[in-house]
């Protein structure tokens, strides 16, 4: 391929927390759409970029860490997002990167006393605007793994709601960024691999069992792939929507406050 050819293809900042993690499907998408893929781990002293300039994107995953952890480079990683954010690039954060993006965005993050979680399948109920954001209707049911919640940003769009304890599940904040709780990258490869390593988070309260997970995959995940299908080409080429915000939308901000842990720093993911 001449090397004119590799200059115009677009290139995603890939921002892991982990060294055994990867970009999972999001990935596989990506590099399907001829996305070229720039993968950097902070927490294993990965610069990030201060212009996304060569960027086209940029997409935060999960870890085991929280959005209120003191590790510096977590709130450095905070703070960096307003590199984006400020540059009107295409931000995606998924489960702590969604709430590292609240953070940044001053909501808060919360979590709750007895470890109450959601991991494994769990039905979500999609907005108007969640339903319209790109040609493939948004999931009903979403593999989860996470202890830590966040509040919907001041101005933010909710995009799909969940439960008590969970209540907002995707968010969209001015025309690029998107906030997902939830993990539509996981593949059965990887659920197999969260599952066995992670055993013991399976044990806290709301938490499904092992086969629940896998059996989960095999009834939600084809919708929950042909969405990310649809979804990341709108997200990236700028094809999303017209952003309608509704000022101070937000929804069960201060749900059951009194059983949240403040501050809250214990994410449970993968």
Not at 133 to 156: I, M, N
Not at 211 to 220: A, S
Not at 255 to 263: I, L, T, V
Request: net charge neutral.
């Amino acid at each position: 391929m001449p090397m004119a050819s590799l200059a115009r293809r677009p290139t995603v900042l890939i921002v892991l927390h982990q060294e055994h993690s990867t970009p999972g499907r999001i990935g596989a998408v990506l590099r399907a759409m001829g996305v070229r893929l720039d993968i950097r781990r902070p927490s294993l002293g990965d610069p990030l970029p201060q212009t996304l300039a060569g960027h086209d994107g940029v997409i935060v995953f999960g870890g085991p860490m929280g959005a209120n952890d003191t590790l510096d480079w977590v709130r450095q990683e905070i703070d960096w997002l307003e590199t984006p954010l400020a540059e009107g690039k295409p931000t995606l954060g998924v489960c702590l990167g969604a709430q590292m993006l609240a953070r940044a965005l001053g909501a808060r993050v919360f979590s709750y006393e007895d470890k109450r979680s959601e991991i494994g399948y769990y039905p979500i109920e999609p907005t108007a605007a969640g339903d319209r954001l790109c040609d493939a209707t948004f999931p009903r049911s979403v593999y989860q793994w996470h202890s830590d919640g966040f509040d919907l940003p001041e101005g933010a769009e909710l995009l799909a709601a969940g439960g008590d304890n969970f209540p907002n599940q995707a968010y969209r904040h001015g025309r690029h960024a998107v906030g997902l709780q939830f993990h539509p990258e996981v593949t059965y490869h990887m659920m197999c691999r969260w599952t066995h390593r992670g055993a013991e988070r399976l044990t806290r309260p709301g938490a499904l069992s092992r086969p629940e997970h896998l059996g989960g995959w095999f009834q939600h995940d084809g919708r929950v792939a042909a969405w990310l299908e649809a979804f990341l080409p709108a997200w990236l080429q700028g094809r999303l929507p017209d952003f309608q915000p509704k000022a101070g939308a937000r929804t069960a901000n201060l749900n059951r406050a009194a059983d949240r842990e403040e501050p809250a720093a214990r994410y449970a993911g993968a």
